[in-house]
């Protein structure tokens, strides 16, 4: 049986860096003998421009019967019209609730040869190794009304957020089941002191805590988690909160690391692929970075890593997404560094494709 990935590369860096995340996984098939059958598709500013839309039907339906989906940054200044009917980031929208995806794993890890790169201060950095579960499929992002229009002489505009029981359950509950793998806290966030969905939010975090009765677990307003994120970092363990403040959230937590070109991603739904696992979509956390497009000068340690989450939470293969883990932790450690890291005694600036290279041979190395 050949697992099936979708690869969509995206705008701007997307291809140059999930073009390497795929060498990466044709390394650990051929290692694994594992058979992945890999299909690539159009999505983004790309898509519209080929198609008009930035999803075509195609896409959609290889999406669906797909195993996993690896993915690229859409978007950039050519189609950055937040006016336009159709724009890249639509895909994404719509690529998320038609899988069902609605939880996104966002890890924050650490690596002590790159805390200098961090602006926070190496003992606030220290050890942090956490995790933001953000919800996907409900809040302000999809409720109804949410439009422009004009109220006499006035323009006026709305947005709803909006939350049903059974959203807020479903991601609380694969927060709490994740925390049980890690060091066992939760922290969930929200705005009860002003908002009806968060008050619901945390009314129902608090039921779904007395299940997980050997797993720590706190709540937090999302202006002090803010806060909290810059001054004690390496308190946290799971964080999980709503989509909108999840999308905030994790943009901060990026800087923790040193450069978003380090941060992985994965988008989990409920229904289970052909391994038997969540079906997922696999994306650093970066933009498209349309600026440093085709100059070789990407770094696509992000888009690698989040190659290996797709390894172990859509396919089951732990293992080998250890192997990639250490292979980037031992690339970095040997000194090479991408130009959003460059920098420091004993380090030598390397552009993307030689980045991609590097990983690869030391998963080799670490194989053998």
């Given amino acids: 049986m050949a697992y099936k990935i979708l690869v969509l590369k995206g705008d701007g860096i997307g291809p140059e860096v999930v073009g390497e995340a795929l060498q990466v996984l044709k390394v650990i098939a051929r290692r694994s003998a594992v058979n992945m059958d890999f299909k690539e598709a159009h999505i983004g500013g790309h898509a519209i421009d080929q198609f008009g839309t930035p999803m075509p039907e195609d896409t959609l339906k290889i999406a669906q019967d797909s195993d996993a989906i690896l993915l690229g940054a859409v978007g950039g200044p050519k189609w950055d019209n937040p006016g336009a009917a159709v724009r890249p980031e639509q895909a994404l929208l719509g690529l998320r609730k038609a899988l069902g995806l609605f939880a996104n794993m966002r890890p924050v890890r650490a690596v002590k040869e790159l805390i200098g790169a961090s602006p926070l201060k190496p003992e606030i950095i220290g050890t942090v190794d956490l995790v933001v579960i953000r919800e996907l499929t409900g809040g302000i992002y999809y409720g109804q009304p949410s439009e422009k229009r004009q ?32 060091r066992k806290k939760v922290t969930s ?12 939010w945390r009314e129902i975090a608090a039921e779904i805590a007395r299940d997980f009765k050997d797993v720590a677990f706190e709540n937090q307003l999302v202006d002090s988690m803010a806060m909290h994120l810059l001054r004690r970092p390496k308190d946290f363990d799971v964080v999980v909160t709503e989509n909108m403040f999840g999308d905030i959230l994790t943009d901060e937590a990026s800087v923790l690391a040193g450069s978003m070109g380090l941060l992985p991603s994965a988008s989990l739904g409920e229904e289970l692929n052909s391994a038997g696992f969540r ?6 956390i970066h933009g498209s970075a349309p600026d440093i497009a085709g100059r070789d000068e990407a770094n696509p340690l992000a888009a690698i890593l989040s190659a290996a989450m797709l390894l172990e939470h859509s396919l089951g293969m732990r293992a080998e997404a250890e192997i990639i883990e250490q292979a ?6 040997d000194g090479h560094r991408t130009r959003d890291l460059a920098g420091g005694s004993g380090t030598k600036t ?14 080799e190395s670490l194989d053998a």
């Fill in 279 to 284: 079906v997922g979509l696999y994306e650093p």
């Fill in 189 to 200: 966030v929200d705005k009860a002191n002003v908002l009806a969905t968060s008050r619901l």
């Fill in 328 to 333: 980037v932790d031992g690339v970095v450690k």
């Fill in 151 to 182: 109220h006499g002489d006035q323009r006026e505009a709305v947005d709803t957020c909006f939350y049903d029981e059974a959203e807020i359950v479903r991601v609380l509950r694969f927060a709490f089941e994740l925390a049980r793998n890690r």
């Fill in 350 to 363: 390397v552009g993307c494709k030689a980045m991609g290279r590097l990983v690869r041979e030391k998963i």
